[in-house]
């Protein structure tokens, strides 16, 4: 299968022969900060500059050739500069982790730039401070982190777990699109979300705070009967369905509140441990996920977790994407059409992320010859991505269309 997984040849840089682009006209258009950095790397090289260190230096760079003076708008008079940008110096101050990464970037940098290109250390610390704070993710049209970015403009949109916005990247430009109609540009209703929705309240609110020094009070942060539906197992009645909230400290049974079916304590310990069980395999699985691991989690979770249960969900979706990575595609294709629902409820309808999982599908269909599910999903992800991309973005161009296009055909 190509398209969605194609590779793409990268052309290497001749001078420092560490930096790798997509294409002649990326390469061309990254020059004037390229040259900057390049006989330093050149210099260091075989040693690795990490990313932070890369970015840190390139900030550097923009600041002392005029970039402290750069304004990028948001609306026609309203602007941001650098400087505007909260840099969270006291709070980075007491964090360890992040002074110790802060100290580790400055020995970095002592070596890549040299001491007389650096800003004192006060200065040095604020810049940094704007940096981690305040950095987007570079999004590759599959929605997967490719590196990171300050957007001076952008950096004005709050955070909510219930977005009424997102961000998308063409190359590396930032693109905020609107989930729902707003007659009159209101910066104080546009929110994005800075964390991963398909995690729970309390996993966003600990991202939040370590990452971003603040706490999220939206509906969905407060919404008791969603922390329930994510730790809820099965009920066992074969004819309920229902699901049954399950916390740690609940041992002495439970009853259905459906069909007042008795979950006795043997049931509930059982399903205790196979959440023990799962959290430790996925959080294995963070960089490297195995799809037999993954279908061993499954296999314990079937008929114990409810469908909506957040682990079960997390399992699923790292399974369909492992299934893919290995080109197990009647796997892929199953395991897709079984995180769907999980994806529509937590990243909810309008999501980016739903519409390249129905991409996903239409594509896995297609080339399974289930024509008919293929264009069914097809359009599906049309109907999301011509929301969350646009018309104009290559994903739906390049890659949607001409997928609709060639099932219709077959259909034919």
């Not at 309203?78 to 400087?83: L, P, S």
């Not at 890549?112 to 570079?138: D, K, T």
């Not at 996993?203 to 009070?217: G, I, S």
């Not at 799809?291 to 682990?311: A, E, I, R, S, T």
Request: proline residues 4%.
């Amino acid at each position: 299968m190509d398209s969605l997984w194609a590779e793409t040849k990268l052309s290497q840089c001749s001078g420092c022969k560490y930096v790798f682009y997509c294409g002649r006209e990326c390469q061309k258009a990254s020059w004037p900060i390229h040259k900057k950095e390049c006989p330093n790397l050149r210099r260091v090289s075989p040693r690795i500059v990490p990313d932070a260190a890369r970015l840190l230096a390139r900030i550097i760079f923009r600041l002392q050739n005029g970039g402290d003076k750069e304004k990028s708008y948001y609306s026609k008079t309203g602007f941001r500069m650098f400087k505007d940008l909260m840099s969270h110096y006291s709070d980075i101050k007491k964090d360890s982790k992040r002074m110790e990464h802060f100290t580790s970037l400055c020995a970095v940098l002592m070596e890549y730039l040299g001491e007389g290109a650096l800003p004192n250390s006060a200065e040095l610390l604020g810049i940094y401070g704007r940096m981690v704070v305040n950095g987007f993710n570079i999004l590759d049209p599959e929605m997967v982190s490719i590196g990171t970015g300050l957007y001076l403009g952008v950096s004005i949109i709050d955070h909510s777990c219930d977005p009424t916005a997102l961000a998308v990247f063409t190359g590396t430009t930032i693109h905020i699109r609107t989930l729902q109609t707003m007659p009159m540009m209101d910066w104080s209703k546009v929110f994005i979300t800075y964390v991963d929705l398909l995690n729970s309240a309390r996993e966003r609110q600990e991202d939040l705070q370590a990452t971003y020094y603040f706490l999220c009070q939206c509906s969905r942060c407060v919404d008791r009967s969603e922390l329930e539906l994510q730790r809820s197992m099965l009920c066992p009645n074969v004819k309920c369905g229902e699901p049954v909230p399950i916390f740690q400290t609940e041992t002495y049974g439970k009853l259905c509140t459906k069909c007042n079916e008795h979950i006795k304590p043997a049931q509930i310990s059982e399903y205790l441990d196979i959440v023990d069980f799962s959290q430790q395999h996925l959080q294995s699985m963070k960089d490297v996920a195995y799809l037999d691991v993954c279908k061993v989690c499954l296999k314990k979770q079937n008929g114990l977790f409810h469908p909506m249960n957040l682990l079960r969900v997390k399992a699923l979706d790292t399974a369909f994407e492992s299934a893919i990575d290995v080109g197990s595609w009647e796997d892929a294709k199953r395991l897709g059409e079984e995180v769907e629902p999980g994806y529509r409820k937590y990243y909810g309808s309008t999501h980016p992320l739903l519409g390249i999982l129905y991409l996903k599908l239409g594509k896995l269909s297609l080339y399974l010859n289930c024509v008919q599910e293929a264009l069914d999903w097809l359009i599906k992800g049309q109907n999301v991505l011509k929301i969350t991309h646009g018309e104009r973005h290559p994903l739906y161009r390049n890659d949607l269309l001409p997928l609709i296009a060639q099932a219709r055909e077959e259909l034919r």
